[in-house]
Nanobody, 121 residues
């Protein structure tokens, strides 16, 4: 499966952005899609994931209540709605796919190219 992330940009603290991850190839309904992010000098960290099985979702504690992950199966797209953004959310955001849900980056088989999110204070 090929993944294309988009929607990043520059936003002020407290603002919102919606990221999109469009999938092509493969059987979209069989993949868990997750979002990770990586800030300069830091390791890639888990943000959120949406399971193909039963529509379950999971979030990092740092984004719970602010970010929402959702799937649009007909459009083969997963969205990450980010509200109440903070400067600490500044990072390159990547979407990734694998069969079973996981919060570990090394578990994911397929990756998109990343989209930059910058939150100014």
């Amino acid at each position: 499966v090929q993944l294309q992330a988009s929607g990043g940009g520059l936003v002020q603290a407290g603002g919102s952005l919606r990221l999109s991850c469009a999938a092509s190839g493969g059987t979209f309904s069989r993949y868990t899609i997750a979002w990770f992010r990586q800030a300069p000098g830091k390791e890639r960290e888990f943000v959120a994931a949406a399971s193909w099985s039963g529509g379950g979702t999971t979030y990092a504690d740092s984004v719970k209540g602010r970010f929402t992950i959702s799937r649009d199966s007909p459009r083969r797209t997963v969205y990450l709605q980010m509200n109440s953004l903070k400067p600490d959310d500044t990072a390159v955001y990547y979407c990734a796919a694998r069969s079973l849900i996981s919060t570990k980056a090394n578990d994911y088989d397929y990756w998109g190219q990343g989209t930059q999110v910058t939150v100014s204070s």
